[in-house]
């Protein structure tokens, strides 16, 4: 696949005036701001909702969708993913190919950005391939409560463990420690209960959502899920087209305290 024929098909479509998108003002809608702390979250779903199609989302993607969920984890310090999806979309960490190389050399980042995955204890093996092949060590975000022995064969297999919260994971506090870790470009990439967690937090900046041209129907997740919370307002910031794909970004206010 011909990454810079995608971008040439793609279209800024709002605000302003429609015109083609090219790689440098792609890379430039993408980027994370100068605040010092940014959470954005990537998904990708059908048009009527769907966030997987036979238990995954790659069903759902395609080169556009693909590209923009290149550019969030190429910019970032770190990302951010819940132990489920880790474990269902069959996670190595990450590793990077030239063009991702030179991209983070050019914006001062790591070579390869670590992967922090939050669980509970219960659902993240300590032998996980997003565990033992990753190039950095991954980060296990994790809560008092889980197992000491698990804990430590999650450090014997090369994790760096961050315990927040005592009964359940306290998001803020892991996000700020991330931030005082020089982590803050903080990239999300799902899954629902996670982004759900994470919304009812209120940690979240910008959603990046990808609305693929298909129906799916059933019994799929959407892309948020837990307990429920007001509805939350978005700003959109920016849409773009790539055939029937739309890629909108949207920002959240976060919550003060």
Not at 97 to 122: C, K, M, N, Q
Request: glycine share 10%.
């Amino acid at each position: 696949m011909d990454r810079k024929a995608v971008v040439r098909a793609m279209r800024y479509i709002w605000p302003g005036e429609p015109h083609d998108v090219d790689d440098a003002e792609l890379e430039s809608l993408y980027r994370y701001p100068a605040d010092p702390r940014w959470l954005a979250v990537n998904f990708v779903s059908s048009a009527d909702g769907a966030v997987e199609i036979d238990g995954r989302s790659a069903g759902l993607s395609n080169p556009a969708d693909r590209k923009v969920y290149e550019l969030g984890s190429d910019l970032a310090d770190v990302l951010l993913i819940g132990a489920g999806t880790a474990t269902i979309e069959d996670w190595r960490g990450v590793h990077p190919d030239e063009e991702t190389a030179e991209r983070r050399e050019r914006h001062g980042l790591s070579p390869v950005p670590p992967v922090a995955i939050v669980s509970t204890g219960r659902s993240l093996p300590p032998d996980a391939p997003a565990i033992t092949e990753a190039v950095t060590p991954t980060i296990v975000i994790t809560s008092g409560s889980a197992p000491p022995a698990t804990r430590q064969a999650w450090a014997d297999a090369g994790a760096s463990v961050l315990v927040a919260g005592d009964e359940t994971v306290d998001l803020p506090a892991a996000v700020d420690e991330l931030v005082h870790r020089g982590l803050g470009r903080i990239d999300c990439e799902g899954g629902p209960r996670l982004f759900g967690a994470l919304l009812a937090a209120g940690v979240v900046d910008e959603l990046r959502l990808t609305i693929s041209p298909l129906l799916v129907s059933g019994a799929a997740e959407r892309i948020a899920l837990g307990a429920g919370l007001d509805p939350t307002a978005l700003r959109a910031e920016s849409v773009l087209a790539e055939g029937d794909t739309l890629l909108v970004r949207y920002l959240l206010a976060r919550k003060q305290g």
